[in-house]
């Protein structure tokens, strides 16, 4: 029974048991779902938080990373400029034609060993232009490797030819060296970096070797002048008998000009037994020139000389029937035929510096 009072009135109202059931669960589920909203919004704020934060983790990794990337592009950046001060030093080495070729062939290998610029163009855009830098650079360096490596070789079989053997030019042209230590500074020890450092080995093998190759005789000590006695056995021409002649003999006028057969250092000036007044000429390498019989010395101990320059003068001194020079080619003290020189350095010489990659 359920009473509800209305002013003055009161009615009575009389409900059943089924109808208190249906009341009653009319009445709980109201109050369920009133609970389950509170419970959804409760929720939802709790998400929406969780999401914020998500959100703001986010944010602060993203900006963590593009700092780590902006750090990285710095660096790159401070690698390329090594880098291109590496190819500034080395392109001295180099004729013009070969640095200003083109890129072409070389892009491919260039892209498919790109750096760290090209990895971060990607994320960044600054990336992109020292990604193009990097790609030149590379370009640059195969092309110049593959040039001073033809070259190396050429010079290398033009030394062979003459009968040397390059391993022996080489290591006798590293004597007498010195001075501080300077790395070349090209970076990190990445493969990009390794590439580099190939790049300054091949160019200093393909020096060193060329260099050896200028230092051999090849300027006909005397111009002009005629054979008249070869290298080998040869009849005496005071005894008659047959004897050894360690040179080459070259018939001219007192007092005709002598040149230095290639370029090197004067190591003796004097008289010298039966070859008379001497001069004599170091190429380093253990490679050695004389000019005996001389009538008058334009050289002194010490001095630096270029193929083609004066030393001396042609006489007859010493055991001489008559004005002439008498030629000496000397490896390790070990005479040699000089026609081998000069008949073949010169164009030997010319061929391995025409050589192309």
Not at 57 to 73: I, K, N, P, W
Not at 109 to 123: C, D
Not at 179 to 191: F, H, V, Y
Not at 326 to 350: C, G, I, K, M, W
Request: proline share 3%.
């Amino acid at each position: 029974m359920l009473t509800i009072r209305s002013g003055e009135q009161v009615h009575t109202l009389t409900l059943s048991k089924r109808k208190q059931l249906t009341l009653a669960v009319a009445g709980v589920a109201g109050a369920a779902a009133l609970a389950l909203s509170l419970g959804t919004m409760i929720v939802g704020q709790q998400e929406t938080q969780e999401q914020l934060l998500a959100r703001q983790t986010q944010v602060e990794s993203e900006a963590a990373r593009v700092a780590s990337f902006r750090e990285d592009l710095t660096k790159a950046a401070e690698d390329l400029q090594r880098r291109q001060a590496f190819l500034e030093d080395m392109v001295e080495m180099l004729p013009a034609d070969v640095i200003e070729g083109d890129d072409t062939a070389a892009d491919q290998a260039a892209t498919e060993t790109s750096g760290k610029a090209a990895h971060l163009s990607a994320a960044l855009p600054e990336g992109a232009a020292l990604a193009r830098v990097e790609q030149r650079q590379l370009a640059l360096v195969d092309r110049l490797t593959r040039f001073a490596e033809a070259r190396a070789a050429g010079a290398e079989r033009a030394i062979r030819k003459l009968g040397l053997d390059p391993r022996a030019v080489v290591a006798g042209a590293r004597t007498g060296q010195g001075g501080p230590l300077e790395r070349l500074e090209t970076g990190g020890d990445s493969t990009l970096d390794r590439q580099f450092r190939k790049l300054g080995l091949s160019l200093a093998r393909m020096d060193e070797l060329e260099s050896a190759l200028t230092r051999i005789p090849q300027v006909m000590p005397a111009e002009g002048a005629m054979v008249s006695s070869s290298y080998g056995i040869r009849r005496d021409p005071f005894t008659g008998e047959a004897a050894r002649h360690s040179g080459l003999d070259f018939r001219g006028a007192i007092g005709a000009p002598i040149h230095a057969a290639a370029k090197g250092r004067v190591s003796f000036v004097g008289v010298k037994g039966g070859y008379g007044n001497v001069v004599e000429i170091s190429h380093g390498n253990g490679l050695m020139t004389r000019y005996a019989h001389m009538s008058g010395f334009k050289a002194r101990v010490g001095q630096e000389v270029a193929a083609g320059d004066v030393i001396g003068l042609i006489g007859s001194t010493g055991r001489s029937t008559g004005p002439h020079l008498h030629f000496e080619v000397r490896v390790y003290d070990r005479p040699v035929n000089p026609r081998t020189f000069l008949e073949n350095a010169s164009q030997l010489l010319q061929q391995a510096r025409e050589t192309e990659a």
